[in-house]
């Protein structure tokens, strides 16, 4: 009797698995149908655009960067801490170089 039951529970499976892949079968089917092709207007304006916001992006890290500097130097100039006043000027000429990258590759191209 188990054994009917069980056997009847994975015909009942199996139908519903069936209906299952037909119908995604039929959903990829018509995806792909009535796909359309798209054009863009500008690509080189879409790119372009893209690159000035990761550029902007990075100059916010630098003057981050640049301000973080300031602040430890002038801490290591309070408390006479040699260590931290060189990781501040680190700091400070690294935000600087982050914060004009965009302007430093355009000098060198």
Excluded: Y
């Excluded at 119908?23 to 792909?32: C, D, E, G």
């Excluded at 372009?48 to 801490?75: C, E, H, P, R, T």
């Excluded at 931290?84 to 965009?102: C, D, E, P």
Aim: proline share 1%; net charge positive; charged share 15%.
């Amino acid at each position: 009797m188990k054994n009917q039951k069980t056997i009847q529970k994975i015909a009942k499976t199996q139908k519903i698995l069936r209906k299952a892949k037909l119908v995604l079968t039929v959903l990829a089917v018509m995806m792909t149908a009535l796909t359309g092709t798209v054009f863009a207007a500008d690509p080189l304006g879409t790119i372009n655009s893209l690159s000035d916001f990761i550029f902007s992006a990075i100059k916010a890290i630098g003057l981050i960067l640049l301000g973080f500097g300031v602040v430890q130097i002038g801490l290591s100039l309070k408390s006479h801490d040699a260590s931290q006043r060189a990781n501040g000027f680190l700091t400070f000429f690294g935000g600087v170089i982050i914060a004009f990258a965009k302007d430093i590759l355009d000098m060198i191209m």
